[in-house]
């Protein structure tokens, strides 16, 4: 088998449902399998998958294992050449894989492959890819100057060499994976993926960023930021630097600091509200399910183009490539402009989005 794809769910049924349709539809070409391992989700999810996806590989954990003990166990059942850890509030294009692939046969020595990560509203992500977290990087970061800890060397849309990439998209051969010994289960969330970024290279292998390969990650889905982020983050980059790195009192120090200083002074975090000015669905024919669940007129649109502020577009998936979604999505984003997005899953019965990485996305049913 030449692919497996692994992906951790934990109480984001819709998303795991979108994320698996995109999926479905880059693998139709490749000899793979998809594997999703549950943390002990009390939603539908588990049921979900059984329903709708039979050829999927379901794992039910019976206890929240967190990232990297519950993604091991995923890997531990793989039989692919490669592997892909992906977060189950992804989207693929169609050709991901196919391209991936052939990518990596040009390389030896071959590491992590990571992507350009837009998020819900098309923003880029700057941890698609990063430098390694020394000390004083980290500390620049934390007072809000994080120039040297994302690879700033390469643009957004540039193909190079990287040090760290991040756990929500990772594209590598089960044997490196394996021999490094996989996720370092200390870690329960956070820190995981520069661990194994960091001791693959360490092993002698490169790892690259292909900013010419994009995918939607609906950042805040799957690890929702709540009162507790600054004490899980921070207690992960001390495991970090512990276990690589001559010990820093002053470090120590500084790391203690911040997450009090953070959970003091954190901020309550609202849903921002949108004025949306009109709303478009782009599909071949217009779905009353639609027009009877927006508030508004609803236009249709056979092709998606550019958008004006305070317009949310609704993508139908069944007429529309999730690869022209993620490309208008990237190719849209304006910093300023307003405009949101939702997705109609193929063969789904709700539209799904997710603004920005602090709230949780929006799940509209159609009936």
Excluded at 71 to 83: C, R, W
Aim: net charge neutral.
């Amino acid at each position: 088998m030449k692919l497996s794809i692994v992906i951790l769910n934990y109480n984001v049924r819709h998303f795991l449902e979108l994320c698996l349709r995109s999926v479905s539809a880059a693998i139709s070409n490749i000899d793979a399998e998809i594997i999703v391992v549950d943390n002990h989700s009390d939603d539908d999810s588990c049921s979900m998958v059984r329903e709708l996806f039979p050829e999927v590989k379901l794992i039910e954990n019976l206890d929240n294992l967190g990232f990297s003990k519950g993604n091991n166990v995923g890997v531990a059942q793989a039989k692919g050449e490669y592997l892909c850890i992906l977060n189950p509030d992804t989207v693929v294009a169609e050709d991901t894989f196919e391209r991936l692939l052939a990518f990596a046969e040009t390389k030896t020595q071959l590491g992590v492959v990571g992507c350009k990560l837009i998020n819900g509203a098309g923003l880029f992500l700057p941890e698609s890819k990063r430098n390694i977290p020394y000390v004083k990087a980290s500390m620049k970061k934390m007072l809000g100057n994080p120039s040297e800890y994302y690879a700033m060397h390469l643009e957004a849309n540039e193909v190079g060499k990287v040090d760290i990439l991040v756990g929500a998209f990772m594209f590598l051969k089960r044997q490196v994976y394996n021999e490094v010994g996989g996720f370092d289960e200390d870690y329960f969330m956070y820190g995981e993926d520069i661990d194994l970024s960091y001791r693959i290279l360490k092993a002698g292998y490169n790892n690259y960023y292909l900013g010419s390969l994009k995918a939607i990650h609906f950042k805040g889905e799957s690890t929702l930021k709540d009162k507790n982020y600054a004490k899980r983050f921070f207690g992960a980059m001390q495991i970090f630097y512990t276990k690589h790195f001559k010990r820093n009192v002053f470090f120590d120090m500084f790391v203690w600091l911040g997450i009090k200083m953070a959970y003091l002074f954190r901020k309550v975090r609202t849903e921002k509200g949108k004025n949306v000015n009109a709303y478009v669905f782009v599909s071949d024919k217009m779905d009353e399910r639609i027009k009877k669940n927006l508030v508004g007129s609803v236009r249709l649109q056979n092709q998606p183009q550019k958008y004006s502020n305070g317009t949310e577009v609704v993508f139908n998936a069944h007429t529309i490539s999730y690869k022209s979604i993620i490309e208008t999505m990237d190719k849209n984003f304006e910093k300023g402009k307003e405009v949101t997005y939702k997705i109609l899953p193929n063969n789904s019965n709700f539209i799904i989005g997710s603004d920005d990485g602090y709230s949780r996305g929006e799940v509209i049913m159609l009936n």
